[in-house]
């Protein structure tokens, strides 16, 4: 029966690239265990492409954080229209209701 | 049927709750929020009307403690959780396909099959960029909808987990699942959109 240390040794020894890419994600969910956490470090200090992973996903991130304020922001154009039928439509329903 | 609140901070060019120019001031970015939530036009501008109309019944609410697009912004984003929350387009299920095409694909026993393309750090060259946000709304558009209510509950509306996994009726680990694979789409589909053929300067 293995200990959570045998388990926990083999899982650094043996993450691949696969895995890593997934514990990127699910460290943003939920915390790591400690095997996990080390694992996924030693991988990433060792592997370019792991880092290069990584570093898409913070961008992503980075990204729907700015992308959130601009939605609250005043006067950004957005890409997306109200097409003119809408929003009359719209404003109609507004007015019936005021 | 104005009223007088003391303590109001000052407003900008318009009075607080301001109905008459919602539809001008603030309908294009509720719809291109909503859309990007919702996958889906007609549902999106639903949303919108009925965000608007919620705002107008509580509009005697409205203390311009935060701006008037945040307070709507809040309002609508309500609308698309309880939206969420009821649709339940699939069954609440605790056994989610096996494996993710997208993922699947990237991998080869376990490794990178080819390497990750290096994203430009400097925030400057996709902040300012409309093609770019259009791009992003493309591709949140495109993902299934639970993995896109799943992403945007967690990105946009900073949900806990424990909060969005009740909303979805999934575990924990299903929510680990979904966001992994929210996440391999978006990637995918930014660096072919944006990223891939167009470094800084490219359109």
Known sequence: ?98 | MATVRPNQPPASSTSPADPQRWVDQHGDALYGFAVSRLGDRALAEEAVQETFLAALRARDDFLGASSERTWLIGILKRKIVDQIRNARRTPPTSRLPEADPAAGELFERGYWKTRPAAWPRDPETWIERNDFWEALERCLARLPTRMRDAFCLRELDDLSTAKICTILGVSTDNLCTIMYRARVRLRVCLDATWFGGNRSGGR
């Open chain 1, 1 to 98: 029966m293995m200990t959570s240390v045998l388990k926990g040794i083999l899982k650094i020894l043996l993450l691949r690239c696969e895995e890593a890419d997934r514990l990127l994600s699910d460290e943003t969910v939920r915390s790591l265990r400690w095997w996990e956490r080390t694992a996924l470090e030693a991988h990433v200090l060792g592997c370019r492409a792991c880092r290069r992973s990584r570093q898409q996903m913070r961008i992503l991130h980075q990204a729907m954080r700015r992308y959130r304020q601009r939605l609250e922001g005043e006067g950004t154009s957005m890409p997306d229209s109200l097409s003119p039928e809408a929003r009359r439509r719209i404003q109609q329903a507004l007015n019936d209701s005021g």
